[in-house]
């Protein structure tokens, strides 16, 4: 019985099956019936196949084949065929597209993993050239730098040409100049800030923001050195370990010469008040390598401030007001040294210095005075040979400079006796009456003291205010006193430096001001000396653009008559 249900439940199904395929038949014959009759012919203009398909017309093949009968197709089934021929090429075309892309991906990575192993290579090389040991054995992997064929040799040259452009750059010494023309300055940073001398039209005496290629740079620098601080091997045995971070970091200088590569000296505070840690960095065009790190304690250093001076009591008085804050309130390490020329007003002189000495119970000052006339080279001269306390560190100053507690430390950490010496950059003074427009709009000094385009300019031509120990000063000859009146000792003296093997550190300071005051250019000079007076006095005025407004007055003023009526 179940046999026979079987037998019948399959001869049920074949019959259905058999009835579903002629059904599928009958409409896909309908199917393409309706389509030969809705386009019979491929001349007609009203149809126009895509560009990319060949034409099916009554007169030609079926791009399939021959159908049975020799036959040919026309009007749908060639049309539809065209399609799937298409389809099949561009398939193909991908699949051979996909394969291409494969292999390049396939050659990339094996391209950078040999690149990697190569400039690991290169930097575990470095690292070994900069400790001066012997080369250590480290694992070989395939395709190292350290163990492919003539890489020793490679690496050899690699490391004599990063060692040579080390010794030929400015890193460590002072390399012999023509002239002040020839020294590469230094550009100042802080961590938002840059400090730079070539402003050009564009740019500004203090960048911010700064620019993203030098953000990304610095940063780099940054992190570069609190890696190598942090790290177990900085830390000083049996001492507490420091964890150094981006607040720590006070300031930082940078140069770059062109055929040598970038260094960087970088300053951070120490575990002690008066501690620092610097980092000087170099980058050859290459990966980055610590030149030294070292503890730099300014506890002790005290610093002459040698001041020559001639009459001007109102401006000294003035001066004298910032001494007291910043050098006898907020540093403590500070002797000042007046060599004052003639008797006129010299008792008034005197007595700010007493003045001083008793309000603010300071007694370490030193006044000196010289019957003959002045001359600002005479007046230092005598002032450095005057100190009996051994070697100190010396701070060339005139009165019309302002400075904070902030550039007394930049002046003891960037002289080295016997090693370098400091010039700033100062940034100098317009004339306030042109720069507020009238005496009543004049702020107080410490507000005017602003780094902008129009308030001032990063006073590149001077070398006057600089810190050098005395022992230097005496080794290099001192300045020459022959020259009178004003200018070109300062020259002179930095001049003898460049030539020397004593490293010149130019760079702007951000704390060092020289506060404007009208400028009498004397007829005794001697025309170079006139010449620089009068450039310097006109420099000291005002900016470009408002000498060009004082200068063009006549024709703003018609324009804005003209514009009224």
Not at 313 to 328: D, H
Not at 498 to 507: C, F, G, H, Q
């Amino acid at each position: 019985m179940p046999a026979m249900l079987r037998r019948r439940l399959l001869a049920w199904v074949s019959r259905v099956g058999a009835v579903l395929v002629l059904l599928c038949c009958s409409l896909t014959l309908f199917y393409v019936m309706t389509c030969s009759t809705l386009h019979p012919d491929d001349s007609s203009p009203s149809r126009v196949l895509p560009r990319a398909l060949p034409r099916a017309s009554t007169n030609q093949v079926d791009l399939g084949g021959t159908r049975p009968g020799g036959a040919a197709q026309s009007g749908g089934p060639p049309v539809i065929h065209s399609y799937q021929e298409l389809l099949q090429e561009r398939e193909e075309q991908h699949r051979l597209h996909i394969s291409s892309l494969k292999k390049q991906i396939a050659q990339l990575k094996e391209a950078l993993q040999e690149r990697s192993q190569q400039l690991k290579g290169v930097q575990d090389s470095l690292k070994k050239a900069v400790a001066g040991g012997p080369a250590e054995g480290r694992n070989s992997q395939p395709g190292d730098l350290g163990e492919a064929p003539g890489a020793k040799n490679q690496q050899a040259d690699l490391q004599n040409f990063l060692r040579s452009q080390i010794s030929k750059a400015e890193v460590t010494a002072g390399a012999r100049q023509q002239s002040e023309y020839s020294v590469v300055p230094f550009e100042s940073f802080t961590l938002h800030r840059v400090y730079q001398l070539e402003m050009g039209l564009t740019r500004h005496p203090e960048e911010k923001p700064v620019r993203k290629d030098k953000q990304d740079e610095l940063g780099e620098v940054l992190e570069f050195s609190l890696h190598n601080l942090n790290a177990p091997l900085a830390q000083p045995a049996g001492k507490s370990s420091k964890v150094y971070s981006r607040s720590d970091f006070i300031e930082g200088i940078t140069r770059t010469e062109k055929d040598k590569g970038t260094v960087y000296d970088l300053t951070f505070r120490g575990e002690a008040s008066r501690e620092f840690r610097r980092l000087v960095l170099f980058r050859p065009f290459g990966p980055l390598m610590k030149v030294r790190s070292e503890r730099v304690d300014t506890a002790d250093v005290l610093i002459n401030i040698v001041m020559p001076l001639s009459q001007r009591t109102e401006r000294f008085r003035q001066f004298m007001q910032n001494f007291r804050e910043v050098c006898v309130q907020q540093d403590g390490r500070v002797h000042l040294t007046v060599v004052y020329f003639g008797k006129e007003q010299m008792s008034e002189v005197r007595h700010i210095l007493e003045n001083t000495s008793r309000e603010a119970n300071f007694k370490n000052y030193t006044l000196l005075q010289l019957d003959e006339e002045f001359s600002r080279g005479r007046g230092l001269d005598v002032g450095a040979q005057a100190w009996r306390g051994g070697d100190v560190l010396l701070f060339f100053c005139d009165v019309d400079i302002h400075f904070t507690a902030d550039f007394l430390g930049s002046c003891r950490l960037n002289a080295e006796s016997g090693k370098k010496v400091f010039y700033p950059v100062l940034f100098s003074q317009y004339n306030p009456k042109l720069i507020y427009g009238s005496p009543e709009n004049i702020p107080p000094v410490e507000q005017q003291l602003v780094l902008k385009k129009d308030t001032g300019f990063w006073r590149d031509f001077g070398f006057g205010m600089t810190c050098q120990y005395r022992s230097d000063f005496i080794h290099i000859g001192g300045f020459d006193i022959d020259i009178k009146g004003w200018g070109g000792e300062d020259v002179h003296l930095y001049r003898k430096y460049l030539r020397s093997s004593i490293l010149v550190v130019r760079a702007p300071s951000r704390d060092l001001f020289h506060l404007w005051h009208d400028k009498h250019c004397a007829d005794e000079l001697a025309p170079d000396q006139y010449r620089m007076c009068i450039k310097s006095k006109a420099m000291n005025e005002a900016s470009h653009g408002q000498l060009g407004m004082l200068f063009f007055h006549k024709d703003i003023e018609a324009h804005l008559s003209k514009q009224k009526t």
